[in-house]
């Protein structure tokens, strides 16, 4: 029981300092092994109370986003550096006790991993359970007898397992939902929009290889070698990098986190090497989403799937049905409808000083294993005034659309906000 109520402070602790709007490098020290894990850190939400609904007004229709829950690393070229490397230096007796020590972890490690490559871990499937368990008993109205479940999934193959492990939990709950799934590329254009529509930039090239050369300048100013090696220049003598041997370990070390049924910790990096990772993840999710000041928009694509979302929403209306859509992706769909939607903490990053975007920005925050986005519509007898809030991690949030009740909008006023945002960024593409 002491174990659990000191893991659970912990939790609270992350979860506080990790959605904080801004960040320092003292509190972020503190929470440094989860914070460096970035986009590979466990989903940590759902603990939060809901306001409420107005009186009268009852939940009838989720539109959601969800990205896939934890999986294993999209590479197993890791595992192959730094055990094929460490075999040969514990021939030549060349490791240190610790190195010694990492040679066996990373076996089981790998011995897992093999040929799931990418794949949903159990934890990961156990996450989209938990969600869709906590989405139904938190809007049981929704999912009542007869009610439409609509869910798509991305064509990889961790993002449909994530969608039957979130459907199978509904149907569990309620064996009457007509539930309807479907995986396929037709509906990539919403699903996972590509961004050949987004107008290129003349800085682009000089962005891209600034914020590429900021993050390895980063990365090569951790060295690990001498805890795992006698000697340091053994890595140079066989013609290898400390700095790659180091992020080899630290990819290993985040992807852990999914797969805690092992009970292995890579970490054997200080707090301060961590906060260097940390800072690199953050530069390369803003250079990578386009939220960097004159970069390429790239966060312009997912209009395409907020459009969805509202033609959905209006035909849900319309036609006086209820139940849920529900889309399951990455990361890299989760991120910029956070930032499009103007979330509060997910946009207006000050990123003068590319390092310190960490005080404003966290991937942890936006997109942990199974991030997800929820947008719940209400609706009350003799009224045609619907009723929207928004959910990110389950923690409602703000919108840049003025309310006389929060946490909850009139869908008039933000339809039309965001079709007008739209609107600007068709004409600007």
Request: glycine residues 4%; hydrophobic residues 35%; aromatic residues 12%.
């Amino acid at each position: 029981m002491k174990s659990f109520r000191i893991y659970f402070l912990l939790v609270c602790l992350f979860a506080s300092l990790c959605l904080k709007a801004q960040l320092n490098q003292t509190e972020a020290l503190q929470i440094v092994d989860s914070i460096a894990r970035g986009n590979y850190v466990s989903y940590y939400g759902g603990t939060d109370a809901l306001t409420p609904a107005p009186e009268g007004y009852q939940p009838f229709y989720i539109s959601h986003y969800g990205r896939h829950g934890s999986r294993f690393l999209t590479s197993n070229k890791p595992y192959h550096h730094l055990i094929d490397f460490l075999e040969k230096a514990k021939k030549d007796d060349a490791l240190t006790e610790l190195g010694q020590q990492l040679l066996p972890k990373l076996r089981i490690a790998y011995a897992a991993s093999k040929g799931k490559s990418g794949m949903l871990t159990r934890l990961g499937g156990e996450q989209h359970e938990q969600i869709a368990h906590r989405m139904f008993c938190n809007f049981p109205e929704v999912f009542a007898n007869g009610h439409f479940v609509d869910a798509r999934s991305t064509v990889v193959p961790r993002t449909k397992a994530s969608m039957e492990h979130f459907c199978a939990e509904l149907k569990r709950l309620n064996p009457q939902l007509d539930i309807r799934q479907r995986t396929t590329k037709e509906d990539a254009y919403f699903m996972k929009p590509n961004t050949d529509s987004v107008k290129r930039t003349p800085q682009q090239k000089a962005i891209n290889k600034l914020a590429l050369k900021m993050q390895d300048s980063l990365k090569a100013t951790i060295n690990i070698s001498q805890r795992i090696f006698k000697d340091p220049a053994y890595v140079t003598r066989h013609k290898q990098n400390h700095s790659k041997i180091a992020y080899s370990l630290f990819e290993i070390y985040r992807d852990m986190a999914c797969l805690p049924e092992l009970g292995l910790d890579f970490n054997i990096f200080t707090p301060e090497e961590l906060f260097t990772y940390f800072k690199s993840i953050n530069i390369n999710w803003m250079e990578r989403t386009g939220v960097l000041p004159g970069s390429e928009p790239i966060y312009k694509r997912i209009y395409a799937t907020l459009k969805n979302i509202i033609t959905w929403a209006d035909i849900v209306i319309q036609e006086q049905t209820s139940g849920a859509s529900l889309r399951f992706g990455h990361d890299t769909q989760v991120f910029p409808l956070a930032y499009i939607l103007q979330l509060d903490g997910c946009t207006d990053f000050p990123v003068s000083n590319w390092e310190e975007s960490y005080r404003y920005f966290s991937a942890c925050n936006i997109v942990p294993m199974a991030g997800n986005i929820q947008i719940i519509f209400y609706r009350k007898d003799k009224s045609n005034d619907i009723l929207v809030k928004f959910l990110l991690q389950e923690k409602e949030k703000h919108i840049p659309v003025k309310t006389d009740i929060w946490p909850y909008y009139h869908w008039k006023d933000v339809r039309k906000y965001y079709m007008n945002q739209i609107r600007t960024s068709a004409a600007s593409l």
